[in-house]
């Protein structure tokens, strides 16, 4: 019997992977996100407290990297294409009051990572070699007993790392030079060609330098690409706001009306109904923050801290920084360039929205690139951790190189069919971790109170 044609494939994946993030996976996420936040006293009010902490460096507890390296690392795999690309693919299908509805989820969320992490460092392991080992696998085997789950989320996961974390991110970063060498220098394909693997090549090597030395040299990293990245493409879209502040004010309108009243009111946007501005909004910040996913509490298990709420509140402030404010000021950006009025696609509405400042094109490219560069070090981690649970510490230095030759692959190959399959089991992962949110919220309750009565104040 012969195998049916890539397009039957790749028709096949595109169907599981509409029906894996379908409304179900969403309901449950977003309901995670409601019931774990008013569960929790509303979390989200601790957050100030989460920030400073987060700032401290010094050693505390047991641990292989300091709060402020695991969120820095944390934030490094979470702040990637999502932010950007993702923002205006949500506009583009949902209309401008998707933003809304993603900022919502922003907010929400934050109670989910709370808890996601407080949990992946009270059931963390110490492992022969002195590094710590957590996640929600070691939640589902340890705290609930149920190790086929636990060996579910941590195969999902090794497998979503390559799509989510690896080449999708890979392929972005070249698919964006040759979009901007074809635009601006007329390069023919063999010109763009070259350069993918010359880009390939480079990121490959970089990636390589870097994880190959483990979680402490992804930490220190991260540690300092994080906030430069971050601050510097904050300070670009504050610059196209300044701009455009004559807008803003009717831009927010927009935002808000739209989100409600369930379609823009001018444009290609008549008739997009509440429920696709809902739907899109909600769905790509929770791919953009990736609360509720399991994958950044692989990273929080392994800080130095002297109590898992400690990490926790540091964990939360993640969320608040992807989304609230990124991604925030990404879809204010482009709401009020005015190009999405025009129908304009997700990515070519960011280049158009960038473009109208001088040099903004080249900031775009720059987010991409260091947005890229850091997701592509956060994830290797977290496939890394996740193949090291289904087949022992022999498993982790041919994962890293596998993860560096897969680099230099996603730079020059356009592989659909892989995508969409990490696509599949990227949402996948978020079944076995929510089960084991809701299963053990009395123990995330337990844990907090006791904390918090007895530091009532910051120590």
Not at 40 to 61: F, H, M, V, W
Not at 149 to 166: K, R
Not at 174 to 194: E, P, Q, R, V, W
């Amino acid at each position: 019997m012969q195998p049916p044609p890539p397009s039957q494939v790749e028709a096949f994946l595109n169907t599981i992977s509409g029906w894996v993030w379908g409304p179900p996976l969403l309901i449950l996420l977003c309901g995670t996100h409601l019931f774990l936040t008013f569960r929790l006293g509303i979390i989200q009010r601790l957050l100030p407290r989460g920030i400073r902490l987060s700032l401290a460096t010094k050693r505390e507890g047991e641990g292989d990297i300091s709060h402020y390296g695991a969120l820095s690392t944390a934030l490094a795999a979470t702040i990637g294409t999502g932010n950007i690309i993702g923002v205006a693919t949500a506009i583009t299908l949902g209309g401008p009051g998707a933003v809304f509805w993603m900022w919502l989820t922003g907010v929400f969320g934050i109670a989910t990572k709370y808890s996601e992490a407080l949990l992946s460092v009270k059931y963390r392991v110490r492992k022969p070699d002195g590094t710590m080992a957590g996640g929600p696998m070691y939640v589902l085997e340890r705290a609930m007993n149920a190790k086929w789950l636990a060996v579910l989320f941590a195969g999902f996961t090794a497998v979503a790392a390559f799509g989510i974390g690896n080449m999708v991110q890979a392929n972005s970063i070249t698919a964006n030079i040759g979009h901007l060498l074809k635009d601006n220098f007329g390069a023919n394909d063999s010109a763009i060609m070259a350069s993918n693997i010359a880009c390939g090549l480079i990121m490959a090597t970089l990636t390589g330098a870097v994880i190959l030395g483990g979680i402490r040299k992804i930490a220190h990293v991260c540690a300092w690409l994080v906030p430069f990245m971050a601050v510097a493409y904050v300070v670009g879209c504050l610059i196209i706001l300044t701009r455009n502040a004559a807008h803003i004010p009717d831009a927010i309108r927009v935002i808000l009306s739209s989100a409600f009243s369930g379609h823009a009111a001018v444009g290609a946007f008549v008739g997009v109904t509440m429920r696709e501005a809902l739907r899109f909004g909600v769905a790509r910040g929770l791919f953009s923050n990736e609360s509720g996913l399991g994958s950044a509490p692989i990273v929080a298990a392994a800080a130095q801290t002297t109590h898992p709420v400690r990490q926790a509140l540091v964990a939360s402030t993640g969320t608040f920084w992807d989304t609230v404010i990124i991604c925030a000021m990404t879809g204010l950006t482009l709401v009020t360039s005015g190009y999405w009025k025009q129908g304009t696609e997700s990515t070519k509405l960011t280049q158009a929205a960038f473009g109208d400042v001088p040099g903004g094109q080249y900031l775009l490219l720059f987010g991409l690139l260091t947005f890229i560069f850091s997701t592509i070090l956060g994830w290797a981690y977290y496939g890394e951790k996740a193949a090291e649970y289904l087949f022992g510490p022999r498993a982790t230095v041919p994962y890293r190189w596998l993860w560096v030759v897969a680099v230099f692959l996603g730079s020059i190959f356009s592989l659909n069919a892989v995508w969409t399959f990490a696509d599949i089991a990227n949402g996948l992962m978020a079944i076995p971790n929510l089960i084991s949110l809701i299963a053990l919220s009395g123990v995330i309750v337990v844990e907090t109170r006791e904390y918090l009565r007895s530091h009532p104040k910051e120590d």
